[in-house]
């Protein structure tokens, strides 16, 4: 008896194929999983609601039924896909590149699992945070392993416009483990745990910084002309992801960020301006954030109040106090046994 599987595509590429996603659809997520289907229809599943532009291929010496999971997250100028699943390999030959005429390119982020292998103009194998081009106007074979990876889905015209030209040489390319691209690593880890919680407005904003991240990243790898104000939100993204991880330190300065972004300091000057901020002052929120956290995980631990201070980027006890009450209304101490 054949499945009766449910045929409800979700194609989230042709969200970006061929017109600008609705308003009201930035930010929304959608999930799909295999939980909850028998274990011979899964792949059949999978195929119908999530690869749609990739063929599986049987594996008959497969060590364990096929499962995954998918969280989709619509943004204006690229979709966020979060894929968790079991080894599967797919193929995208071309005869199916004539069939569906799709020529989207993706940014895809391996963000842990076992090694997958990548045949997309040369043969590559990829390892945890390695961030990959993959471009469907040319044929994909894709043997993945059982991993977890995030990807964004852009129209090629988006890149085309970033780039300033020919964007069918970027396939198969790596970004590099530095710079602006290590942010973007971050900040996709951060969509994807805590999506979630967001409300669809800052799921939206969140994935527009990371298509900014990654549009700077490209014009950086592959281009010889930079313009870093071209992607706002991206570089302030990035900055705070700087700020974020390493306000501990009490030498981080803005001199030190916009080093780390790989910018000048006038732009980052601007960029913070344009979000009614400052450097400097971001840095101090940053500390006093991470301060308030570890005062209310360590109220039964007994660590002194100054060791906190001290591992939050503060070097002296009455600066710490003083910013604390101005920032939070309550003394450290307080904040640390209040509710």
């Known amino acids: 008896m054949a499945s009766q599987l449910p045929r409800k595509i979700l194609d989230h590429v042709s969200l970006l194929a061929d017109r600008q996603v609705r308003p009201e659809n930035l930010g929304v997520m959608t999930v799909r999983s295999t939980e909850g289907i028998a274990e011979r229809e899964r792949l059949d599943y999978w195929r119908h609601s999530v690869l749609h532009r990739m063929e599986p291929v049987p594996q008959p010496d497969a060590s364990r039924p096929f499962a995954g999971r998918l969280v989709h997250i619509a943004g204006a100028t690229c979709a966020f896909v979060h ?29 842990g699992g076992a090694p997958s292998r990548l045949s997309h103009g040369g043969n590559l194998t990829l390892h945890q945070d390695d961030l990959c081009i993959a471009d469907f106007s040319r044929p994909i074979e894709y043997r993945q392993g059982r991993n977890r990876e995030i990807t964004l889905m852009f129209r090629r015209s988006v890149l085309a416009e970033a780039m300033k030209g020919d964007v069918s040489t970027l396939a198969g390319r790596l970004l590099p483990r530095n710079g602006i691209a290590a942010m973007l690593r971050s900040h996709l880890r951060l969509i994807s745990v805590e999506a979630g919680n967001m409300s669809a407005k800052e799921r939206a904003a969140m994935v527009e910084a990371a298509s900014e991240m990654t549009l700077l990243a490209l014009q950086r790898e592959f281009r010889s002309v930079v313009d870093e104000e071209q992607f706002p939100t991206g570089l302030y993204a990035a900055a705070m992801t700087v700020i974020r991880h390493y306000c501990w330190n009490p030498d981080l300065d803005p001199a030190t960020v916009a080093s780390r972004v790989g910018c000048s300091r006038a732009t980052l000057y601007r960029i913070f301006a344009a979000e009614s901020e400052s450097v400097a002052r971001s ?45 939070f209304d309550k003394t450290p101490t307080e904040a640390r046994f209040g509710p």
């Open 283 to 327: 840095i101090w929120n940053a500390r006093l954030d991470r301060a308030h956290g570890l005062l209310r995980e360590s109220s039964e631990s007994g660590a002194y109040v100054s060791d906190i201070a001290f591992r939050s980027g503060f070097i002296d006890m009455p600066t710490f106090n003083r910013m604390f009450k101005r920032r």
């Open 83 to 111: 894929n968790v699943s079991e080894s599967i390999h797919t193929r995208r030959d071309r005869a199916r590149l004539r069939r569906d005429d799709c020529d989207e390119i993706l940014v895809g982020l391996v963000e």
